[in-house]
């Protein structure tokens, strides 16, 4: 019997992975990631006019701010974008009037018109045509925030060596006295931004794929009375055994093949040698790696991972033994699809925890949420990493969700075995009742 | 020997199959006939462990049948059972494993079971692309692709044209001449009269004929004759013995109590001028189900 788990796992494994879709999702999901890492790459290469320079008048009625702002302009361009700038400056002597013509004729011409107001305190005006994008006017206002400061500076007859003391930052130094509460809330928010999207999403994913394939199989299998030649020949155990089992190395080889993805994509970034994109998906990696190594809490992930891995391996084996005897009791694909929608709301459930245990750090309801099975392989990494739960809390949690799953396997299997050869929704609860009553 | 011992089977408080014994030897064919409902399927999933007797044993050779035995057990359902999704190949390779065997094994008797059914070419085509009727043949043969010692038919002819029919009834026949045991279920009463030997009747759960068919008929009183003459229904119809004369454009079917009759009954014939025909018919099964239920079985 043995050997025909081992085969129908294997069937049923090839039946999902030796599919055009299979490999066409995958193949778009490997070129969508390495897109994503290399995105400034790809835009460059469909070409266009990033190195045209567009043309800012500088109406100067104060003799001399324009200079200053011309240096800050290139220092602040070169700290953003890591470029030269972007713009071809002219210092403008027609008069203001004129260059707002100019303006209005050309909607690439940007106008800034320096002046003193009554405090002999420097005022900019920005004239444009249409709207100016975000990160052009972050570089504007930071630019003149910056020309004020060395004019202040300039006038306050301060040096460079001055000025230098005056800007360096101060040096802190952050010791953490209690080694329960490493952490702050600043790199708790920059863990939980890009835990997110790295570790409770690729789980979210993974655990619908699980529900939905073992589901899907299942229903297949009944749909076509397929079961019945199964089920004579191997008992119901071994097959939803099988299921269990190919469900979850489906998952697995699947989560393997996302990370592969993920690593092409950064070594191709790294080869091609793309430049930085503020908020791109390889600072974000770079920003998780980084944090986690360097607050602390990277000690307490390399100390608590294999337990970590455990709980989702448990939280996804009993996803897919509810998955298994829910898709049972149910006689087509339709049905199980509505069933299937309480286990997305579990799932859910774990995953706007996860997102409230940033905000609401210490909260003794979320802590408690973080033992509940099936919740807890989304929420306990997360309050692991911000420092709210140990060792202790993910034991009690690996307890919980093998507990479950011994009680799934124990009177899941009774209703699985009824279930599959059950093709009438009439009486069904009271079927299943009677089945959860008869030992197997 | 199949043995099907008192097998009683409840759903709830509905009785299935009431108090079912029958047994069949090496090289017999038994017919298990009911309309819809009169609980073949239901005998056929017990004996194959797939439902739990509520009384009553099963065995295979005194053994109960549990999955030590199932490899040798060839099983083919009312409906279809093909993963449709999958070639014919690809079919036969998951079930035949499913029953033990190698894969070598599984290829060359596919090939030859293939050919035999005329559907060679349809071998790396998907289920779901082949007619009913080529379903039907795929289902047949992974039926008895394991060429099994116990072969449970479930309706085997559904969906059949006659040309196909006998094709299934040839391959049935010769796997019996090889020692199978084969049990086949069916509502067409023709199909089992074509070559069972043995059979049960079963009407709502209840057996209501049992044993072998040509004693079935010979012991069932009621007889046929047909007769072709320059006689009228009237006289017939005074003859002693005669219960009802049915006239039908070229002949007339008088039903008699039993077979003395008939010597009495050919003396009058014999009397008239022109007799093209006196044929003493068997009774059908379907003239047996009426005397036994009171209803007609194709109603």
Redesign the interface.
């Known amino acids: 019997?043995t050997s025909?788990l081992w085969?129908?796992t294997s069937?049923s494994l090839k039946?999902k992975i030796k599919t055009k879709w299979f490999v066409i999702a995958n193949v778009l999901l490997a070129l969508l990631l390495i897109g994503l890492f290399n995105i400034d790459t790809v835009i460059q290469l469909f070409g266009g006019d990033f190195n045209e320079k567009k043309p800012m008048y500088l109406v100067d009625e104060t003799n001399g701010v324009s200079e200053f702002f011309i240096e800050a302009l290139n220092q602040t361009e070169y700290n953003i974008r890591g470029t030269e700038s972007s713009y071809e400056v002219t210092n403008y002597t027609k008069g203001l009037e004129e260059a707002k013509k100019e303006a209005l004729e050309n909607s690439k011409i940007l106008v800034l018109h320096f002046t003193y107001d009554e405090n002999h305190l420097l005022k900019t005006t920005i004239l444009s045509k249409g709207t100016i994008d975000t990160l052009p006017y972050q570089i504007l206002s930071s630019s003149i925030q910056t020309t004020k400061v060395n004019l202040a500076l300039k006038e306050s007859s301060i040096d460079i060596e001055e000025l230098n003391r005056i800007e360096s930052p101060a040096t802190i130094e952050r010791v953490i006295l209690d080694d329960n509460t490493k952490g702050d809330e600043e790199s708790a928010q920059m863990i939980m931004s890009t835990i997110f999207p790295f570790v409770i999403m690729p789980i979210f994913m993974l655990t619908m794929f699980l529900v939905q394939m073992i589901g899907a199989e299942v229903n297949?299998?009944k749909s076509?009375?397929?079961?019945?030649?199964?089920?004579?020949?191997?008992?119901p155990k071994t097959h939803f055994f099988s299921k269990i089992l190919s469900g979850n190395l489906f998952v697995f080889i699947q989560a393997g093949l996302l990370f592969l993805y993920t690593s092409i994509a950064y070594f191709t970034k790294t080869l091609i040698g793309g430049s930085k994109i503020v908020g791109g998906v390889e600072e974000a990696v770079g920003d998780m790696v980084h944090q986690i190594l360097n607050s602390g809490v990277g000690e307490q992930l390399i100390i608590l991972l294999p337990l970590i891995i455990l709980l989702i391996i448990l939280t996804f084996v009993g996803y897919s033994l509810l998955a298994g005897i829910l898709a049972s009791m149910t006689t087509n694909t339709e049905d199980f699809q509505q069933l299937q929608s309480p286990i997305m709301m579990i799932s859910l459930l774990g995953y706007f925890l996860a997102m409230m245990a940033g905000m609401f750090q210490g909260s003794i309801f979320i802590k408690i949420c973080s033992y509940l099975p099936f919740v807890s392989a989304i929420l306990s990494p997360s309050l692991l990493v911000l420092g709210h739960i140990g060792i202790l809390d993910i034991c009690i949690s690996i307890i919980l969700m093998m507990l479950i799953n011994g009680i799934l396997i124990r009177y899941g299997l009774r209703i699985y075995k009824v279930g599959i050869?059950n093709y009438s929704s009439k009486?069904l609860w009271k079927k299943m009742f009677q089945a959860l009553k008869e030992k197997s | 020997m199949l043995k099907v011992d008192h097998v009683t089977k409840y759903y709830?408080d509905f009785l299935a199959v009431d108090d079912l014994s029958f047994s069949v030897n090496p090289g017999e064919i038994f017919g298990l006939l009911g309309v819809n409902g009169a609980g073949k399927t239901t005998t056929f999933?017990m004996i194959?462990?797939?439902?739990d007797k509520t009384k009553g044993s099963i065995t295979l050779d005194g053994k109960p049948i549990d999955?030590s035995v199932?490899?040798q057990?060839g099983?083919l359902?009312e409906?279809?059972?093909?993963?449709?999704?999958m070639t014919v190949k690809e079919q036969c390779l998951?079930?035949g494993?499913?029953?033990g065997m190698k894969k070598e094994k599984i290829l060359s008797r596919l090939d030859e079971l293939l050919e035999r059914f005329e559907v060679s070419e349809y071998k790396d085509k998907k289920i779901k692309e082949l007619s009913k009727g080529n379903q039907q043949k795929i289902q047949f043969i992974?039926a008895i692709i394991n060429e099994p010692r116990l072969l449970i038919l479930d309706e085997p002819f559904s969906g059949l044209d006659p040309f196909n029919v006998e094709m299934f009834k040839k391959e049935i026949i010769k796997m019996s001449k090889k020692g199978s045991i084969i049990i086949f279920s069916s509502h067409r009463m023709e199909h089992v009269e074509l070559f069972c030997k043995k059979l049960v009747v079963l009407l709502h759960g209840k057996t209501i004929l049992k044993g072998d068919l040509k004693k079935i008929k010979s012991d069932y009183r009621k007889k046929t004759v047909l007769i072709e003459g320059d006689m009228t229904k009237e006289e017939l119809e005074k003859q002693k013995g005669v219960l009802r004369v049915i006239e039908k454009p070229e002949e007339f079917e008088v039903q008699i109590e039993d077979m003395s009759v008939v010597d009495s009954l050919f003396s009058f014939v014999s009397k008239k001028k022109h007799v093209t025909k006196f044929v003493v018919e068997e009774p059908s099964l379907n003239d047996i189900f009426i005397e036994k239920t009171g209803e007609s079985y194709d109603k």
């Open positions: 019997m025909k085969y129908l069937v039946r297949d299998e076509t009375r397929g079961m019945e030649i199964i089920i004579s020949n191997v008992s050869l009486n | 709830g999933r194959m462990g797939l439902l999955y199932t490899d057990i099983f359902t409906e279809r059972s093909l993963l449709t999704k998951f079930y494993t499913l029953k992974t």
